[in-house]
C-alpha cells in the first residue's frame, strides 16, 4: 500500500491541535468524552437515528434479503437470494442492514446469526473485533487464547451503548491522536514494515476506518492462534488477489480444495465456500476518491460549523446523501449542484445493483446445477468426477466475487470500475459453472435449468434457527432437504439477560 497523495482539500497538510485532557489512557466508555468534547459528541449522538434511508441503503434495519415486505420488515432494493446463497452458514438465519455505529453491540446481540437457543453462541469471540473498544481490555487480560472461546462468554461483559462503536475505536483519550485499536491492522502494518505513528495524517485517517470496514477472515489453527482475525491483503486489495491468497490459507482436506480456507460447505452443491465481509477500504483504496487522496472522513464525516460558529468534523458517520445540500461532495465539485452531485450517484448505484442482482442469480443457478449434477444417474462424461470439481472451483469463486460487491456498503460508488468488473466476472464464473455441470452429466441437467432460475429456486424468504426446529417449516422449499431439522430447544438469551 502506497503513502496517500494529499486530497483536494489538502487534508494532509493540515496539523491537527494538540490535546491533553482529563482522561486516563485507558478509558473506552464513549459517555466519558462529552464533558471535553460535548460539539463532536452531541454530532455522535445522531447516529441514533434509524428512520432515513437513502435509495439503495440507510439506517432502517431491514431483512437484506426481503424485497417483498415494505421497510421496516424488507425494501425494495434488496437481495431476494442471500438465504439460498447462504445456506448452512449462519448468515442465512438473519442478515439485517446495519443501523449507526452506536447500535453495533445491540444489534450484534439480537441478531440470530448467533445461537440464542443454547448456552453457547456457536461462533468465536473473534466476532466481536469490531463491535467496540472492549477489546483492548479483553485481548490485553487473556491475549492469544480470547479469539476461539465462545462468543456468548462476552455478552454480558459490556454496557450495550457505552461499549459501542465510538470515541475510543480511533482516538487516544488522554492526546486524542489517532490511533488504532484494531490486532489484525496492527499485525499487517508490522508485515510490511510501517509504523501507525510514522504515517502521514491523511492515511491514518483512512486506516482508523479500514480497522472494521475490510474483509477479514479467521485463522485455522495451524496457522497460528486459532480464530484470531487476519486481513487477506498479501497479494493485494483485489478480489483476484484475495482469492488466490485463501487457496493456500486453510485446512481444507476436500479433493480439489486440498489447503484452501473455507468458512463452510454449502448443503446443496458441496462446495467449500468463502463468505465475504464489508471492503469498503479495498474497494476506496485503488478507486477515484483513493487515488486522489480523498479518504473516509473527507465524506462521511464532513466539516459543520456549530451554533457558536465553530467549525468541527461531524461525528455522525453516514452518508452524504442523506444531506440534500450534498456539501461533503461540493467541498471539492463545488462546480456542481447538489441535484447534478446526487444523480451521478445514484447512476453508478443503479447500474451496480442492475449487475448484482444478475450475479446473484446465476450464482444460484450454479448451486442448482451442480446439485441436478451430483444426482445424477444417466450417462456421465469419462471425466465425471473432474468437471465436478471445477465447477464447485468457479462456483465458490462466483459467488466470492459476487459477495465481494454485495458486502460492500456504498453498492459500488467507492469504486464503480471494480465493482462492474468485479459483477462481471462473478457472472461468467458461476456460469461456466453451470457449463460444466452441463457437461459432467452429457448436458442431461440442462433440460432441468431451462427457465427463469426464480421459479426452478424460489428465494428462500423465511428461514430463521427457531424455524429451522419445525420439521414442517422443513418441507417448505427444495433446499431444506440438505439440511438437519433443528433439535427443539427453548431461548437461553434475551440480548444480555439469561432467560
Known amino acids: 500500500m502506497g503513502l496517500l497523495l494529499s486530497g483536494c482539500t489538502d487534508v494532509g497538510e493540515l496539523t491537527?491541535?494538540?490535546?491533553?485532557?482529563?482522561?486516563?489512557?485507558?478509558?473506552?466508555?464513549?459517555?466519558?468524552?462529552?464533558?471535553?468534547?460535548p460539539l463532536q459528541y452531541n454530532t455522535y449522538l445522531r447516529n441514533d437515528e434509524t428512520q432515513v434511508m437513502t435509495e439503495y441503503n440507510g439506517s432502517v434495519n431491514y431483512n437484506k434479503h426481503n424485497n417483498v415486505d415494505p421497510l421496516p420488515e424488507g425494501y425494495k432494493h434488496a437481495q431476494p437470494y442471500l438465504k439460498n446463497l447462504w445456506l448452512g452458514y449462519p448468515f442465512s438465519y438473519e442478515y439485517r442492514s446495519a443501523r449507526g455505529h452506536t447500535y453495533a453491540v445491540e444489534d450484534f446481540l439480537k441478531i440470530d446469526r448467533i445461537n440464542r437457543y443454547d448456552e453457547k453462541g456457536g461462533l468465536p469471540n473473534t466476532c466481536w473485533n469490531c463491535k467496540g473498544p472492549k477489546m483492548l481490555e479483553w485481548v490485553k487480560a487473556q491475549g492469544e487464547d480470547f479469539w476461539a472461546k465462545d462468543v456468548n462468554t462476552m455478552r454480558d461483559q459490556l454496557d450495550i451503548k457505552d461499549h459501542t462503536i465510538g470515541c475510543a475505536n480511533c482516538h487516544a483519550p488522554d492526546t486524542m491522536?489517532?490511533?488504532?485499536?484494531?490486532?489484525?491492522?496492527?499485525?499487517?502494518?508490522?508485515?510490511?514494515?510501517?509504523?501507525?505513528?510514522?504515517?502521514?495524517?491523511?492515511?491514518?485517517?483512512?486506516?482508523?476506518?479500514?480497522?472494521?470496514?475490510?474483509?477479514?477472515?479467521?485463522?485455522?489453527?495451524?496457522?497460528?492462534?486459532?480464530?484470531?482475525?487476519?486481513?487477506?491483503?498479501?497479494?493485494?486489495?483485489?478480489?483476484?488477489?484475495?482469492?488466490?491468497?485463501?487457496?493456500?490459507?486453510?485446512?481444507?482436506?476436500?479433493?480439489?480444495?486440498?489447503?484452501n480456507f473455507v468458512d463452510w460447505t454449502h448443503p446443496v452443491s458441496k462446495t467449500p465456500m468463502l463468505k465475504a465481509q464489508h471492503p469498503e477500504y479495498e474497494n476506496w483504496v485503488n478507486g477515484t476518491h483513493g487515488?486522489?487522496?480523498?479518504?473516509?472522513?473527507?465524506?462521511?464525516?464532513?466539516?459543520?460549523?456549530?451554533?457558536?460558529?465553530?467549525?468541527?468534523?461531524?461525528?455522525?458517520?453516514?452518508?452524504?446523501?442523506?444531506?440534500?445540500?450534498?456539501?461533503?461532495?461540493?467541498?471539492c465539485h463545488s462546480d456542481k449542484t447538489p441535484e447534478f452531485l446526487k444523480e451521478r450517484v445514484l447512476f453508478t448505484q443503479k447500474k451496480t445493483f442492475d449487475q448484482l442482482l444478475i450475479a446473484q442469480d446465476v450464482s444460484v443457478k450454479a448451486h442448482e446445477a451442480v446439485r441436478l449434477a451430483l444426482e445424477y444417474t444417466g450417462e456421465k462424461a469419462p471425466n465425471y468426477e473432474d468437471l465436478i470439481i471445477q465447477a464447485q472451483q468457479m462456483i465458490r469463486k462466483g459467488q466470492f466475487f459476487w459477495d465481494y460487491v454485495s458486502a460492500e456498503n456504498s453498492v459500488g460508488f467507492h469504486n464503480p470500475a471494480k465493482a462492474l468488473d468485479t459483477l462481471a466476472s462473478s457472472q461468467q464464473y458461476s456460469q461456466k459453472a453451470v457449463d460444466l455441470a452441463g457437461e459432467a452429466t452429457r448436458f442431461g441437467i440442462s433440460k432441468n435449468l431451462a427457465g427463469d432460475i426464480k421459479q426452478i429456486v424460489p428465494p428462500i424468504l423465511k428461514h430463521s434457527r427457531k424455524l429451522q426446529q419445525d420439521p414442517e417449516h422443513m418441507k417448505t422449499h427444495q433446499w431444506f432437504k440438505y439440511l438437519p431439522v433443528l433439535p427443539a430447544a427453548n431461548q437461553v438469551w434475551d440480548v444480555q439477560k439469561r432467560l
Open 16 to 37: 491537527p491541535p494538540v490535546y491533553k485532557t482529563k482522561l486516563p489512557a485507558e478509558e473506552i466508555r464513549n459517555s466519558a468524552f462529552k464533558e471535553e468534547f
Open 177 to 259: 491522536e489517532l490511533r488504532l485499536y484494531s490486532v489484525p491492522l496492527q499485525d499487517y502494518l508490522k508485515s510490511q514494515g510501517k509504523d501507525f505513528a510514522q504515517l502521514p495524517r491523511n492515511e491514518k485517517r483512512a486506516l482508523v476506518c479500514g480497522q472494521c470496514h475490510v474483509e477479514y477472515y479467521f485463522l485455522d489453527k495451524s496457522f497460528g492462534p486459532a480464530k484470531k482475525p487476519k486481513f487477506p491483503w498479501d497479494n493485494g486489495f483485489n478480489p483476484g488477489d484475495m482469492f488466490t491468497y485463501y487457496q493456500n490459507q486453510g485446512e481444507c482436506q476436500v479433493k480439489g480444495f486440498e489447503g
Open 291 to 331: 487515488a486522489a487522496g480523498v479518504v473516509c472522513a473527507d465524506c462521511h464525516m464532513a466539516y459543520v460549523r456549530t451554533d457558536d460558529k465553530k467549525k468541527i468534523s461531524s461525528h455522525w458517520w453516514t452518508s452524504p446523501l442523506k444531506d440534500p445540500e450534498m456539501r461533503a461532495c461540493r467541498q
